[in-house]
């Protein structure tokens, strides 16, 4: 369709049709056959049949044959044959899994994101999908709260490096491509600030920290061209993101100038009267509507009262004119119009899920997104000794972490990719009953440590499979406790003290406080939740025919007492100059290190490399250089970090800002040179009147391995 007959249709709607367009509802109501249960959801909504038929879009209702079904029947019964617009929580594979996407941001190489977002969007499209709701971009600082698994992690820079990349992967240059879905970016804004890491709190935070460290990576996305925004549920400035005219129409809209669909998250139109700041859903349609939401998600106020708002005069029918045109265009650019279904087939279904190209990408992929934390006397790569697995998770084929929409039905256990790996039909297993109920967000396991003690007798070594439950990470899934669980924590201890070598494989969705194993581990990797292959992926690095590359994307703390605790803080009027500063009035805790366990951008390799000196100029920009060396005889990638310091700024600036990285691969004795630029673009920031200037003077200039381990060079940038 040409804009002039999108217009044409736009103006042959009536209100009702408009306002269907603007509505979002789940997949069973437009799925059924035969009679629609009248007393069952329909009511709740306030619907009757044939409203259904002018709805425009619905959610996690997929497969091709579904999608067909859905669509075919909604063709037949919408008066202007105006398709379901068909969207779906994509977020980490559809049925091929990856990484879950923090441990992608871990891998600190924005092309393995691409990558698997390209996957996964082929799959879901074959099944029917046209609109993803990913990537999420919210950036985090609590690993108390639970969708840390899905954010990119602390870092502004980081994150929009790998939010842009998945927007790429998942839309390519045309989402309307056969295999290519739609992005829609979220959770706008700053949902990952909820206080006290609890999820759907309350935000609190200033507009000067929104923009100092929030916004990047939904502006990355927009600037990517990504096609829609999900707004979130909490609270900026006391008002719901979803009725938010400053987030909204002034950020969104006014400032970055996006152009494409807003769409709430799940029924946040009507949480706000639960927040209290609507009297009734007309009031919340109407503050909504003039925040510039385009579809309301799963509740019905805009399709119950916004007609009757226009006509009492308290909303300008205008901004439903041009919410309406910004759907029927997306569903346009899709090509929606002309083919309904996009690319829902059941026979490319069958070639493309969990197809041998897809398995292969997500093993090498999830390699690259475990880090090695801790290899002490160079234990890993595993090389000939006994060896034994332990731990509750050795067993569990449940590796997919939350939203993967799909069973793990067919995934193997890292134990049964050891035994494949060893060529072995069994190994000795300190834990062989899968556990029962590993998706239930128990609290701990059983206490079965002289039954493993027993069973490994024979082992000098233990790889000890530890960590938190699927269930225990993402959506609602908030902890006050981060330590490793009692009975995990007496394993892992026992284990050393019966002389073993421990190496412990972390599987969690966040970073959890490892303070207490890991004085009882020789080595230590956190694997995450790595997808489908996940079980090979583990062998691959243990076994060390991939040698570690990923890094600390949201630092690891020592206790949970230290949350928020992350590197790009500012400096404090009582700044501590070092551990041993032997003031008491400064910025500290008395029974606790400031600094983290495991800082951001840490991350170990089986190789080897030096850092030569660095050297930097100023003058209209930075220009920073260092050559990295690989000194040992395995061929491995460091991740190059650099870090600036405005020295003295109009307001406080944070003591160290990610402005670049790198990732190179080196074969044993090579050495590469690494030039970083930073311009005085990147090192703007929001000043005190909120505008975004670049102030000449001092920097501080930081090249290194990680965020704690780098050498300054001060220069003069004006
Ligand atoms: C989540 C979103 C998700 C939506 C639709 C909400 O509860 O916060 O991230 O996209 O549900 O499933």
């Known amino acids: 369709m040409n804009n002039e007959e999108l217009l044409q249709l736009l103006h042959s709607m009536t209100h009702q049709e408009k306002l269907g367009q603007m509505t979002q509802l789940t997949p069973d109501l437009f799925d059924i056959d035969g009679q629609f249960n009248v007393t069952g959801p329909l009511k709740e909504l306030n619907l009757e049949e044939e409203d259904i038929s002018r709805m425009g879009s619905t959610l996690n209702g997929t497969g091709a044959q579904r999608v067909k079904r859905m669509q075919d029947k909604h063709m037949k019964e919408d008066r202007l044959h105006i398709p379901l617009l068909i969207?779906?929580?994509?977020?980490?594979?559809?049925?091929?899994?990856?990484?879950?996407?923090?441990a992608m941001s871990c891998s600190f190489n924005p092309a393995l994101p691409e990558e698997a977002a390209s996957i996964a969007a082929r799959e879901a499209a074959a099944a029917g999908v046209q609109v993803t709701f990913a990537p999420m971009a919210d950036l985090v600082r609590d690993p108390r709260w639970g969708r840390v698994m899905e954010s990119p992690g602390e870092d502004p820079y980081l994150n929009a490096k790998i939010t842009e990349a998945y927007v790429r992967g998942f839309q390519g240059s045309d989402p309307k491509a056969e295999g290519k879905v739609a992005a829609c970016v979220k959770h706008f804004a700053a949902y990952g600030a909820s206080e006290a890491g609890r999820d759907y709190n309350t935000v609190d935070i200033s507009e000067g920290i929104l923009r100092e460290f929030y916004l990047s990576a939904y502006q990355a996305a927009v600037k990517a061209g990504v096609k829609l925004v999900m707004s979130s549920f909490n609270l900026y400035e006391r008002v719901p993101a979803a009725v938010n005219k400053k987030l909204q129409r002034q950020i969104l809209r006014k400032e970055w100038g996006f152009d494409g669909v807003t769409i709430t998250d799940y029924s946040a139109v009507d949480e706000t009267?639960?927040?209290?700041?609507?009297?009734?859903?007309?009031?919340?349609?109407?503050?909504?509507?003039?925040?510039?939401?385009?579809?309301?998600?799963?509740?019905?106020?805009?399709?119950?009262?916004?007609?009757?708002?226009?006509?009492?005069?308290?909303?300008?029918?205008?901004?439903?004119?041009?919410?309406?045109?910004?759907?029927?265009?997306?569903?346009?650019?899709?090509?929606?119009?002309?083919?309904?279904?996009?690319?829902?087939?059941?026979?490319?279904?069958?070639?493309?899920?969990?197809?041998?190209?897809?398995?292969?990408?997500?093993?090498?992929?999830?390699?690259?997104?475990?880090?090695?934390?801790?290899?002490?006397?160079?234990?890993?790569p595993l090389s000939g000794g006994k060896l034994g697995l332990a731990g509750p998770f050795a067993c569990v084929k449940d590796l997919l972490g939350p939203w993967a929409l799909t069973s793990p039905d067919g995934v193997s256990s890292i134990y049964n990719a050891f035994c494949a790996r060893m060529g072995m039909a069994s190994l000795p297993c300190g834990m062989t009953d899968e556990l029962p109920s590993l998706t239930t967000g128990i609290r701990d396991v059983p206490d079965q440590v002289e039954e493993a003690l027993q069973a490994l007798?024979?082992?000098?070594?233990?790889?000890?499979?530890?960590?938190?439950?699927?269930?225990?990470?993402?959506?609602?899934?908030?902890?006050?406790?981060?330590?490793?669980?009692?009975?995990?924590?007496?394993?892992?201890?026992?284990?050393?003290?019966?002389?073993?070598?421990v190496i412990?494989?972390?599987?969690?969705?966040?970073?959890?406080?490892?303070?207490?194993?890991?004085?009882?581990?020789?080595?230590?990797?956190?694997?995450?939740?790595?997808?489908?292959?996940?079980?090979?992926?583990?062998?691959?690095?243990?076994?060390?025919?991939?040698?570690?590359?990923?890094?600390?994307?949201?630092?690891?703390?020592?206790?949970?007492?230290?949350?928020?605790?992350?590197?790009?803080?500012?400096?404090?009027?009582?700044?501590?100059?070092?551990?041993?500063?032997?003031?008491?009035?400064?910025?500290?805790?008395?029974?606790?290190?400031?600094?983290?366990?495991?800082?951001?951008?840490?991350?170990?390799?089986?190789?080897?490399?030096?850092?030569?000196?660095?050297?930097?100029?100023?003058?209209?920009?930075?220009?920073?250089?260092?050559?990295?060396?690989?000194?040992?005889?395995?061929?491995?990638?460091?991740?190059?970090?650099?870090?600036?310091?405005?020295?003295?700024?109009?307001?406080?600036?944070?003591?160290?800002?990610?402005?670049?990285?790198?990732?190179?691969?080196?074969?044993?004795?090579?050495?590469?040179?690494?030039?970083?630029?930073?311009?005085?673009?990147?090192?703007?920031?929001?000043?005190?009147?909120?505008?975004?200037?670049?102030?000449?003077?001092?920097?501080?200039?930081?090249?290194?391995?990680?965020?704690?381990?780098?050498?300054?060079?001060?220069?003069?940038?004006?």
Request: with cysteine.
């Open 504 to 718: 412990a494989v972390v599987l969690s969705g966040r970073p959890l406080v490892l303070t207490d194993i890991l004085p009882h581990c020789d080595a230590v990797v956190q694997a995450w939740y790595l997808g489908t292959e996940m079980a090979k992926c583990v062998t691959d690095v243990l076994f060390g025919d991939v040698n570690p590359s990923a890094r600390v994307a949201l630092s690891f703390p020592r206790d949970v007492g230290q949350c928020p605790v992350y590197y790009n803080h500012y400096r404090t009027g009582r700044p501590l100059s070092g551990p041993d500063d032997p003031d008491f009035y400064k910025s500290r805790y008395l029974d606790c290190s400031n600094e983290p366990l495991f800082p951001f951008g840490y991350g170990l390799s089986y190789s080897e490399f030096s850092y030569s000196p660095i050297t930097v100029t100023g003058g209209s920009q930075i220009t920073a250089q260092v050559t990295v060396k690989n000194t040992s005889s395995r061929a491995g990638k460091e991740t190059v970090q650099l870090y600036v310091h405005d020295v003295v700024g109009s307001v406080a600036r944070p003591v160290k800002e990610l402005k670049g990285f790198e990732q190179i691969e080196l074969q044993p004795g090579e050495e590469k040179t690494v030039s970083f630029q930073v311009t005085k673009e990147a090192l703007s920031f929001p000043n005190e009147d909120l505008e975004l200037v670049f102030e000449p003077g001092e920097f501080d200039v930081m090249i290194g391995s990680d965020s704690a381990h780098v050498e300054t060079v001060r220069v003069t940038v004006q």
């Open 273 to 380: 009267l639960s927040h209290g700041v609507c009297q009734d859903g007309a009031e919340a349609a109407r503050r909504a509507i003039e925040a510039g939401t385009d579809i309301e998600m799963t509740s019905c106020h805009f399709y119950q009262n916004a007609e009757r708002l226009v006509a009492e005069g308290k909303l300008d029918e205008k901004l439903i004119d041009e919410a309406v045109y910004r759907i029927l265009r997306l569903k346009n650019e899709l090509g929606l119009f002309e083919n309904p279904y996009k690319d829902a087939d059941e026979e490319k279904e069958k070639e493309l899920f969990l197809c041998p190209e897809h398995l292969e990408a997500a093993r090498r992929i999830g390699g690259q997104c475990a880090i090695l934390l801790k290899n002490e006397n160079k234990v890993l």
């Open 87 to 102: 969207m779906a929580d994509v977020v980490h594979g559809y049925r091929t899994i990856f990484p879950v996407p923090h």
């Open 457 to 501: 007798s024979g082992c000098d070594t233990v790889v000890v499979c530890i960590g938190e439950n699927v269930a225990d990470s993402g959506e609602a899934a908030s902890k006050v406790s981060l330590r490793i669980s009692p009975n995990q924590e007496k394993l892992v201890r026992r284990l050393k003290e019966s002389g073993k070598t």
